[in-house]
């Protein structure tokens, strides 16, 4: 081989038995190491520039509201008050109706304080209707509502011996009152209790009425001196007995201004 001649590099032969398809195993493992880090990158990239949103839960039926509970509960059974409590004259006699609420005291305590209301308002009907028989005496008695002072004085008056007599007769109505009947409204459980007064008893409070207001009178030498001239007594019984007489609830005096 001379000097200027550039040695031939043996070729390589293939051996016939190897397959045309034959890769070299470092070039494969090479390539799936590329590939994958390619693959990872751009499931990274993805990743970064999406938005997770939670699962959506299954849709379901809402709870039903209290609107349509009392929508479809079945209407409530109007209760039915016994006569005497929407009218505690029914049959004739004098009387009131006393309430209370339910409480943890049990039925004892709750008819203790029933029959105590009852009397209350029993008291408190009496002193309406005997203020109600002197306005009336006073106002419609002719020769004694036309004195000097007009009816205005005679008001004032009939109040305040309504009152007075009121006050000294309280005792009276509470030992002469009774209890008639009781009753529950089975919608609250409020306890309703009739008191009343005996008719015996309630002419013995009918002429203590009548001295009272003969007292309150004399007590006014001059209202009274007028009275006895006039002969205005029998008038003042007669308008106690039939403001007594009148079975009826009378409604509350709005207080004086």
Known sequence: ?????????????????????????????????????????????????????????????????????TVNAPPAAAVTYPEWVLDPFTGGVFGATGISRASLGGTGEEMARALANGRTELARTIQVKVQSSYTRFFTEGGDIANKAGGGVEYRQMAQEMSENVSRQLTNQVISGSRQKQMWRDPSNKDLYIWVVIDNEKLAALNTSIKDEAKRQLDARAQVGAELKAADALKRLDAAIDAELARKEVPAPKPAAQ
């Open 1 to 69: 081989m001379s000097p200027n001649q550039r040695p031939r590099l043996a070729s390589v032969k293939r051996d016939d038995k190897t397959p045309p398809s034959y890769k070299d195993p470092t070039m494969t493992i090479r390539s799936a190491l590329i590939l994958g880090t390619a693959v990872t990158g751009a499931l990274l990239i993805t990743g970064c520039g999406e938005t997770r949103s939670d699962p959506v839960a299954s849709p379901t039926a809402p709870p039903p509201t209290a609107q349509a509970a």
